[in-house]
């Protein structure tokens, strides 16, 4: 994915919006898909890495003439802000997994919730939980640098980790790495929650911003929530921000019984995955437009 200028952000969906796992026919499918609603990308969920064949999927992504990025998440006995080593071991192992299989596909992006569980914890994290996270990342994002990935850090919100919750943290975060190739993804979804507006953190990030999805509050149909989306794509506009843009939304007529617990997806928002997307991806264009108008010169 390259970062063109202010008018050429690239526009994805995340492959939830398609299909739950990564077999060849899930995969050929979600590609198909994909392009025929007209987006640039696909972000490819690597929560069970060894379930995405990279070399194939390479492939199949050249035959479409599209390109990925990547996420991922850990579990509660894969946490690398844990204080038991072994279930730090088992995070670390998932997370290079993940960047083998991000870089076997071509990817230049692995973003996600890489810093903690994703899921709801029931204490603050652990005094030293920050710096050891941070040194764990370095060599994480070392490694990236050699296949020229950027890793990100994607902010969500209180229930979903106790780590990162506003663009603040994960500024502080990422200082504490020392690591060039480290991003800030924002999620307007988790903002609506956490920050105080959905301007100031846009604005507090600046070039770190690396990454951003798109969801409605209730993560369904975009425009039917309550979230001021085209306060945000403003401030996208005004930031000039030029990188990728991604449309997230889970129904549990896609995912996993295991990722609806993590998520608190308790209902179908939706069963048409198409037509979701496709006005997603309308919706979508229409506020950089409208955004750019407003805020840019001609
Ligand atoms: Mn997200």
Partial sequence: MTQGDARSNAIGVHQLVWVPGWSESECDWALQATKQAGYDFIEIDLADPSRVDGARTRKKLADYGLSASCSTSLSFDKDVSSPDPDVVQRGEALLLEALDVASALDAHYLGGVLYSALGKYTAPAAPGAESQVAALLRRL???????????????????ETNLVNTARQALALIELTGASNMVVHLDVYHMNIEEGDLERPVIDCGDRLGYVHIGESHRGYLGTGTIDLAKFF?????????????????????ISTEFCSALGVWRDLWDDGEDLARQARQFIQQQLDAARRAVLPD
């Fill in 234 to 254: 403003r401030a996208l506009a005004r930031a000039r921000y030029s990188g990728p843009i991604a449309f997230e939304s889970f129904s549990s007529a896609v």
């Fill in 141 to 159: 994002a070392d490694q990236a640098q050699e296949r020229g990935i950027t890793i990100g850090l994607e902010v969500v919100n209180r229930y």
